[in-house]
């Protein structure tokens, strides 16, 4: 089991920076491929960025890439998302997730292992 807490959501204008950060704790969070989803209102949860345990690449979806940087610190069982440039339609609740098997999450998010419980960004023009 895996358990995640999600932190440093809030209200920023256009153009401005939050970094998120999902605490983990349970099993070896070292071996967890770790991903960053968002969901808006009246929309479906979508996929922003993933980072996996084996190499620690990234991926990133083609609305936050340039912009949103995922990283992982594996000694504190954190990984985090920095997001920059912030646009209103970044406003969502964005959600950290672990996962034992890699996928390519623009295809899908079916399956993943656990989940946290969220934290609102909301982004004003």
Known sequence: ???????????????????????????IFSRYNMGWFRQAPGKEREFVASIRWISSSTYYANSVRGRFTISRDNAKNTVYLQMNSLKPEDTAVYYCAADSTYRDYTKGISG??????????????
Request: charged fraction near 10%; aromatic fraction near 8%.
């Open 1 to 27: 089991q895996v358990q995640l807490v999600e932190s440093g959501g809030g209200w920023v204008q256009a153009g401005g920076s939050l970094r998120l950060s999902c605490a983990a704790s349970g099993r």
């Open 112 to 125: 993943i292992d656990y989940w946290g419980q969220g934290t609102q960004v909301t982004v004003s023009s």
